[in-house]
Nanobody
C-alpha cells in the first residue's frame, strides 16, 4: 500500500552536511509517524529520529544537536538534515513510516551515507 523511497545519500567529509529524503507514495494516510533508522556494518539497526503527524520530534542521543528531521505533509516526504557529520554516522539510512490508524509499518530500502576524510 505504501512505498518509501530514500534519496540523497552519498559521501561527505567529517564536519560536512548532507540531507536525505524519503518520499512516500501509495495509499493515503493522515495519522502517522515517520522516522529514520540507520545500520552500520555488523551492528543492529538503530533509531535516529522520528516525527509525528503533529510535528513532534525525537532524536537519538548520538545525533541530538546535529541532525534535524522535518516533514512536508503535502508531499508525503520526510527529510533528515545531517550536520557536523562524523565517521561514526556512516551507515545505511532507512526511512520508516507507521500508520497509527492501521498499525502498519513500512520501510524503505535504504540509502548509504559515508563520512570519511
Amino acid at each position: 500500500q505504501v512505498q518509501l523511497v530514500e534519496s540523497g545519500g552519498g559521501s561527505v567529509q567529517p564536519g560536512g552536511s548532507l540531507r536525505v529524503s524519503c518520499a512516500a507514495s501509495g495509499s493515503s494516510f493522515s495519522i502517522y509517524v515517520m522516522g529514520w533508522y540507520r545500520q552500520a556494518p555488523g551492528k543492529q539497526r538503530e533509531v535516529v529520529a522520528g516525527i509525528s503527524d503533529s510535528g513532534t520530534t525525537t532524536y537519538a542521543d548520538a545525533v541530538k544537536g546535529r541532525f534535524t528531521i522535518s516533514r512536508d505533509n503535502a508531499k508525503n516526504t520526510v527529510y533528515l538534515q545531517m550536520n557536523s557529520l562524523k565517521p561514526a554516522d556512516t551507515a545505511v539510512y532507512y526511512c520508516n513510516l507507521i500508520d497509527l490508524r492501521s498499525g502498519h509499518n513500512y520501510w524503505g530500502q535504504g540509502t548509504q551515507v559515508t563520512v570519511s576524510s
